[in-house]
């Protein structure tokens, strides 16, 4: 927390506005709104998770549809798919951008367009903290008539090549505010889109789908998915040291490199002009080269009491989606099977960040 919370959350007191609706969740979405320049629309959800379920829905998507998405995630931005008794479709990443390999999901899509099987909706993830190429994807949805929903969830305060903010792209984004993303509510997220009625239905579909009348009167099934008034006055804390948090994780981040890229380790690359939220640090280890594998360095630091995690299994790879189609080479199972995630907290003190770059550099 910066302070600053605890201030906006008392005000939500002095309110009395606790939940579910209020002044502090309006003004968080258009404060989030305003950063994103005015022309999306903002849905304060419960968690991103909500607001990918969400997003999928108003796509359209429905039982037996396919969705094609990143493999390289985590499970909470794919189970929605789930939830909508469709199928997901996997890609493999670009090795020079670790996010979904553009010309790969070009094909496809060609290929099922010429056999009249298309997706309903492309979900790319940015991968921890990395925009996809919103440009390229935005103009391969038009082109075949999908809908595209990109998972900024670990993203925000990252800008793409083209300098468009994460969170604005498609026919919209998902945010996170859980505990461990960029800023936090506690547990939030939101929807962000181009569409006003898309934010409408999200908003209808949020709040357990009620139609006008004085009762209780429903045509269709909804959730109760909003973010809370008291959660909201967190986030409007949180926002005001977004740009601050996104610095910070971007000179953790420079700071591994700088140490560490010379002795065999290779990060996460980062396109020219880009600018990665750095939400978390990823390397990849040669083990033919260093003799020493991502397991031995993990093990080496969670002895030391340092958690650092493996990046995300791939999902063609879960036994839940052993039968689902991936489309690649397994640039991605090799991430998963070289890579690690450092400690990458933006309340890490240079100290301890010192203390992880001596214990590794020991072993290469
Ligand atoms: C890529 C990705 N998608 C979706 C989610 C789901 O967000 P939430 O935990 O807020 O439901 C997360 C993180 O938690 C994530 O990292």
Redesign the pocket.
Same mark, same amino acid.
């Given at each position: 927390m910066s302070g600053n919370e605890q201030i906006r959350v008392s005000e939500a007191f002095a309110s009395n506005f606790i939940a579910p609706l209020g002044p502090q969740l309006d003004e968080f979405e258009e404060r989030v709104s305003a950063y994103f320049g005015g022309d999306r629309y903002c849905v304060g959800l419960s /968690? =991103? /998770? &909500?607001a990918?379920h969400l997003a999928l829905r108003i796509s359209g998507v429905t039982h037996g549809d396919e969705v094609w998405a990143s493999s390289m995630?985590?499970a =909470?931005?794919i189970f929605p798919v789930n939830y909508l008794g469709a199928k997901p479709r996997f890609f493999d990443l670009d090795p020079e951008t670790w996010t979904i390999h553009v010309q790969l999901l070009a094909e496809e899509l060609e290929k099922a367009a010429r056999k009249g099987r298309l997706p309903r909706a492309i979900l790319p993830?940015d991968l921890y903290g990395q925009s996809v190429d919103l440009e390229a994807l935005e103009g391969l949805a038009a082109k075949y008539g999908v809908r595209l929903i990109v998972?900024s &969830?670990?993203s925000l305060g990252a800008i793409g090549k083209e300098g468009r903010k994460a969170g604005t792209g498609g026919d919209a984004a998902i945010l /996170?505010?859980?505990g461990n993303k960029i800023i936090t509510t506690s =547990?939030g =997220?939101m929807l962000v889109t181009k569409h006003k009625a898309w934010a409408d239905e999200a908003r209808f579909l949020a709040t357990q789908a009620r139609d006008v009348a004085p009762h209780y009167e429903h045509s269709t099934f909804g959730y109760n998915y909003r973010l809370s008034n008291v959660c909201a006055a967190i986030g409007l804390g949180q926002l005001e040291v977004l740009e601050k948090r996104v610095a910070r994780r971007r000179e953790i981040f420079r700071r591994y490199v700088v140490a560490l890229s010379g002795m065999g380790l290779t990060f996460m690359p980062q396109p020219p002009g880009a600018r990665s939220s750095c939400w978390l640090t990823a390397f990849t280890i040669n083990p033919a080269k260093t003799g020493v594998s991502r397991e031995d360095i993990r093990l080496m630091l969670l002895k030391n009491g340092i958690e650092a995690r493996p990046l995300w299994k791939p999902m063609h790879t879960q036994p839940l989606y052993r039968e689902a189609q991936y489309h690649g080479v397994g640039f991605d199972e090799h991430l998963f099977r070289d890579g690690l995630c450092l400690p990458s907290g933006s309340d890490m003190t240079e100290a301890e960040q010192d203390e992880i770059i001596d214990r590794i550099s020991v072993m290469l």
């Open positions: /968690s =991103g /998770s &909500a990918l995630t985590f =909470g931005g993830t998972d &969830a670990e /996170s505010f859980n =547990g =997220g």
